[in-house]
């Protein structure tokens, strides 16, 4: 029941060409992301089916204003902007992290006039994202950064080792230096 979303960005080399040969105000259906299988983790899905309009379609180039990294220039590859009606999902053709709000304004997208945003990343959203944000609601997805241990079939460390083994207690102490 959620509308007014942003969502992203979202890495899909193969969504955003399908978009750039669809071009802006095309309506199509489009499978978007889950396309890099991780069978060393067990985990193979099909990309999200989605239908809406293309909206925006950009060279994925901005420039950050900050908090961090300030004024450093960055390249998401080619980007496009997917309109569903109840979500804009921003897709770019390579992996890129929501270091900014240019981010999304680069493709015009307006984070902070928008009631969800959800975005991919694990951490270095916080400086730019937090401070516009009534909530922050975290979710641990499936995937090679998974905070989720248990995901990982470690086979070749050290034992005993915290915290991959909930049998084990640390101690500060017993650190060498």
């Not at 950009?58 to 569903?84: H, K, N, Q, W």
């Not at 995937?143 to 207690?169: C, H, M, N, W």
């Amino acid at each position: 029941g959620l509308d007014d979303i942003i969502v992203g960005p979202i890495c899909d080399p193969e969504a955003v060409a399908a978009m750039m040969a669809a071009g802006v105000g095309a309506r199509i259906e489009i499978g978007i992301g889950n396309r890099v299988a991780m069978p060393r983790i067990g985990i193979s899905k099909d990309p999200l089916r989605l239908e809406g309009v293309v909206r925006v379609l950009g060279d994925g180039e901005y420039t950050i204003s900050g908090p961090t990294y300030t004024g450093m220039r960055c390249f998401m590859g080619r980007a496009a902007v997917l309109d569903t009606g109840r979500a804009r999902v921003l897709v770019t053709e390579l992996p890129h992290e929501p270091w900014d709000l240019a981010v999304f304004t680069s493709v015009g997208l307006d984070p902070c006039a928008c009631r969800y945003l959800i975005l991919k990343s694990r951490m270095y959203c916080r400086p730019v994202f937090e401070p516009i944000a009534r909530a922050v609601v975290e979710c641990a997805s499936r995937g090679v950064t998974s905070s989720d241990y248990e995901l990982f079939r470690f086979e070749k460390l050290a034992r005993p080792i915290y915290p991959l083994q909930d049998d084990i207690l640390w101690r500060p102490e017993a650190v060498r230096l």
